[in-house]
């Protein structure tokens, strides 16, 4: 699997990353989540480093203070996880990349 830095929230001894693939998905490293191997916390400004026209294809839990909280499958390729500098209070995921939509329309009611 290639990386690619998209980019990076530092905060509180924290390095959230994000990376997308040559496999066209997301490599999102996060802190991690207690009793959850496969979900990872970041800052909301984490998305903001997202390809222009694509995003997460994930549910992001809003944890109410600055930050979400996703799942996906835990990284296990050795090639790309040597390219990542991840803390030990860190884990990283990857997920699918889906396209954007916007949805247009007046609201009512």
Known sequence: MQLTFLGKETQ???SPTLYATDRGTYVVQ???????????EIPHRLLGHVEKGK??????DDTGRGSFV???EPMTDADAL???DIPGHETCVE?????????SGTATG
């Open 82 to 84: 040597a390219q990542m």
């Open 55 to 60: 995003c997460l294809g994930v549910h992001l």
């Open 70 to 72: 996703l799942a996906g």
């Open 12 to 14: 509180g001894g924290g």
């Open 30 to 40: 996060g802190w991690k989540v207690s009793g959850y191997p496969a979900r990872v």
């Open 95 to 103: 997920v699918p990349t889906k396209k954007e939509v916007w949805v």
